[in-house]
């Protein structure tokens, strides 16, 4: 099944902050190390993205779980809250 | 912020407003941080909130317009095939008479707001679009305040309730609870489904205000360790679907994905049938448990709510349980600020309160749960896969003899799974909850 995530997230209310909030901390690591790449399907918002010779990261749609943070078999993902009031805002809950 | 207060709380959710509207109402000089918008900007639930627990803290609450969006009155549980499904449910006159508001779905983006609001009328400060990044520690490395983004954002407090969440990097960084291993948490995905009321109420059989939840488990995790839910609201539909971190990390399923494909499931698919999507969204679930509970109180600080890993994952109970651990971290620093002490000796009354009470002896009881599920994986596979085919053969008229059908059943059963197996699971489950 294909599903764009695009569509769910063009639901949600996002304040974007300029500064990103996530950060990979070493490129080299995610492609020379990192054999299955889970973050590029655990991401329940697809931040995490297959380039080239990279992933890259979508910071904007960030739903705020966390998981990228922990579930990175490489500790790789520094990750912090969006600075105050910025990131996703729900708008029921 | 060159003030002091009594008491600094970091989260707006129902462990900080708790204790904050608690402190305030005793005249305590109270603030809370929160780093959403608005409080509930960043919270989600599957949109269970129980008024017993509830009531401790604002007693009249359904007087007070309190945002409920349904009241509770019937439980369904269902366990899924792929293609099938069993359904089980409980409904009592009860829950709408004599015990309403016992159980009832709230949007926690409606609700946290109308919480604060209580807590702020009482005198608490709740400052918003606030991150707090590390604690203010003495030379004795004693809890004495908090550090947050903004400009001159060090704020000083005698005690700290940390009520930030089970998502917490300030509680990693400050080492207060080690980040969770991904096998203690569930990630779960939720999607609000705008429905007409009277839509609502014909699908779910219920009244205006009366309201249901079906609880799921089965093939629909796809193999993983997981657990979905439909909930109802005023208007809307709450679909919900998660898994144990670890397995997502195994297997290559991607959330989204998952809930399409849940939506699709002949059982639920009739539910939520011409249904808007509205909202998409993301949480962790504290599923741990007892065990991985950390140090609830230290010099000068509290942990309560998620943040404390208190929730009881056989029981989607979190929410009751955050806003007594924030009900008895409040009468714990009162006491504390009467004698003046702040030291972990003077707060272990907190951690007292909660073993005494059904937040900690509940989690005691379901200590070996998480752990049960994860070496059971035949509850997510072969179990509801077999249960479907047993349904299917034995409801399927075609002239075969019922024994014949007995017979296919069996030999399916014999071939997916052994007895010594299916002995262990029953063992362990019973284990597990007893």
């Not at chain 1, 890259?56 to 749609?61: D, L, M, Q, R, T």
């Not at chain 1, 998981?67 to 990750?79: A, D, H």
């Not at chain 2, 991904?182 to 219920?206: D, Q, Y």
């Not at chain 2, 144990?244 to 939520?272: C, T």
Request: proline share 4%; net charge positive.
């Amino acid at each position: 099944m294909t599903v764009k995530v695009e569509d769910k997230l063009f639901l949600n209310r996002f304040r974007v902050d300029e500064k990103p909030h996530i950060r990979i901390i070493e490129g080299n690591i995610c492609m020379e190390k990192c054999e299955n790449q889970p973050c590029l399907y655990f991401c329940p918002a697809n931040v995490y993205r297959l380039e080239k010779n990279r992933i890259s990261v979508a910071y904007e749609g960030c739903l705020e779980c966390g998981s990228c943070r922990i579930g990175c078999p490489n500790l790789n993902i520094e990750w912090h809250f969006p600075t105050g009031g910025y990131g996703i805002s729900h708008k029921f809950g | 912020m060159q003030e002091n207060y009594d008491v600094a709380i970091v989260g707006a959710g129902p462990a900080g407003i708790s204790a904050a509207s608690l402190l305030a109402e005793k005249g305590v000089k109270t603030i809370v941080f929160e780093r959403g918008e608005y409080p509930g900007a960043k919270n989600i639930s599957g949109g269970v909130l129980y008024g017993h627990d509830l009531a401790a803290i604002i007693p009249d609450f359904a007087k007070r317009n309190c945002p409920v969006e349904r009241n509770i009155i019937e439980s369904r549980l269902w366990f899924l095939a792929k293609e099938s499904g069993y359904s089980l449910s409980f409904r009592d006159r009860a829950f709408y008479e004599k015990q309403a508001f016992n159980a009832f779905t709230v949007g926690r983006a409606k609700f946290d707001r109308w919480f604060a609001e209580q807590a702020k009328v009482k005198g608490a400060l709740v400052v918003c679009s606030t991150v707090v990044t590390d604690l203010l520690r003495d030379s004795n490395n004693r809890v004495i305040g908090v550090t947050t983004d903004r400009s001159e954002g060090d704020l000083k407090a005698k005690v700290v309730v940390l009520a930030d969440g089970i998502n917490s990097p300030l509680a990693a960084k400050t080492g207060f609870r080690p980040e969770p291993k991904p096998s203690h948490i569930a990630l779960a995905v939720k999607e609000v489904i705008e429905l007409p009321e009277e839509i609502i109420n014909e699908r779910f059989n219920t009244e205006t205000g009366h309201g249901a939840t079906i609880e799921i488990i089965g093939e629909i995790t796809q193999g993983m360790d997981g657990i979905a839910g439909i909930y109802t609201n005023k208007n809307s539909l709450s679909v919900c679907i998660g898994a144990n971190l670890s397995d997502f990390m195994e297997s290559k399923v991607k959330p989204y994905e998952m809930l399409e494909e849940f939506k699709q499931h002949p059982m639920v698919a009739p539910l939520i049938k011409d249904g808007q999507a509205k909202e998409y969204m993301a949480h962790w679930i504290a599923e741990g448990g007892y065990d991985t509970m950390p140090q609830l109180c230290g010099d000068g600080y509290l942990i309560a709510g998620d943040s404390g890993m208190l929730f009881n994952a056989l029981h989607r109970e979190g929410s009751n349980m955050a806003m007594t651990s924030g009900r008895f971290a409040a009468e714990t620093i009162a006491g504390a600020l009467d004698k003046g002490d702040f030291s972990r000796k003077a707060l272990a009354g907190y951690v007292s309160r909660l073993q005494n009470s059904y937040v900690i002896k509940d989690l005691k009881k379901y200590r070996r749960f998480n752990a049960f599920r994860l070496q059971h994986h035949e509850l997510f596979t072969t179990l509801p896969k077999l249960g479907g085919f047993a349904a299917q053969k034995m409801l399927t008229v075609d002239g075969v003899t019922k024994k014949e059908k007995q017979k296919t059943i069996w030999k399916e059963v014999r071939k997916k799974i052994s007895w010594a197996s299916l002995i262990r699971l029953l063992w362990n489950g019973w284990r597990s909850v007893k």
